[in-house]
């Protein structure tokens, strides 16, 4: 089965830029997408077909995308993004929706 | 404004079946573009897709739950309703109903809150 990969975790101090990335092998062909999910709340959307920002989220976040790799930046982080987040995309046929594994944000 | 509410039982006994549904509002099931998909997180674990059920009544399942799950919708109601079969323990987790645009961001933009599902005799 199709599976994406994040690193477990990563540190960053605050006003500092977190990058976290995100490998599949179908991500030159299918969109990913970005959530960030706090302790004991459900995830919320924070980029959409890879660099797409939804209104209300802040300036901070932005997405890119290379090759089978995205990448999901936090520019002035900040406490409060102290978070997990995970990526999202599709396989190759568009077909099946598939979740990294998830990505520990822990603010220094 | 687009909602979603899950509900559903907390306990559930090992080898029953677990039905869950997902009452929405906002938005019409039968819009094009529009789909409700079902997605858990066991405690401490990673968030894993398990069926998505599209405008045009379309169903698709995880590839390693497909034979235990089913995935509905009752579209006078606003619901969308996920039947899994022979639960074990390992099925405890929360469960999330979440709405896909897929003429928009195509992304799950809007979650509920979830519905926490333990599995114990």
């Known amino acids: 089965s199709y599976e994406l990969t994040q690193p477990p975790s990563v540190s960053v101090s605050p006003g500092q830029t977190a990058r976290i990335t995100c490998s599949g092998d179908a991500l030159p062909k299918q969109y990913a997408h970005w959530y960030q999910q706090r302790p004991g709340q459900a995830p919320i959307l924070v980029i959409y077909?890879?660099?797409e920002r939804p209104s209300g989220i802040p300036e901070r976040f932005s997405g890119s995308s290379s090759g089978t790799t995205v990448t999901l930046t936090i520019s002035g982080v900040q406490a409060e993004d102290e978070a997990d987040y995970y990526c999202?995309?599709?396989?190759?046929?568009?077909?099946?929706?598939?979740f990294g594994g998830g990505t520990k944000v822990t603010v220094l | 404004q687009v909602t979603l509410r899950e509900s559903g039982p907390a306990l559930v006994k090992p080898t029953q079946t677990l039905t869950l549904t997902c009452t929405f509002s906002?938005?019409?099931?039968?819009?094009?573009?529009?789909?409700v998909s079902w997605i858990r997180q066991p405690p401490g674990k990673a968030l894993e897709w398990l069926a998505l059920i599209d405008w045009d009544d379309d169903k698709y399942y995880t590839t390693s739950l497909k034979t235990r799950l089913t995935i509905s919708r009752d579209t006078s109601k606003n619901q969308v309703v996920l039947t899994m079969t022979n639960i074990d323990p390992l099925d405890t987790a929360t469960y999330y109903c979440?709405?896909?645009?897929?003429?928009?961001?195509?992304?799950?933009?809007?979650w509920g809150h979830g519905t926490m599902v333990t599995v114990s005799s």
């Open positions: 077909k890879d660099s």
């Open positions: 906002g938005f019409s099931l039968t819009t094009r573009g529009l789909c």
């Open positions: 979440a709405r896909t645009e897929t003429t928009g961001a195509d992304a799950f933009d809007i």
């Open positions: 999202q995309s599709a396989d190759s046929s568009g077909t099946y929706r598939v």
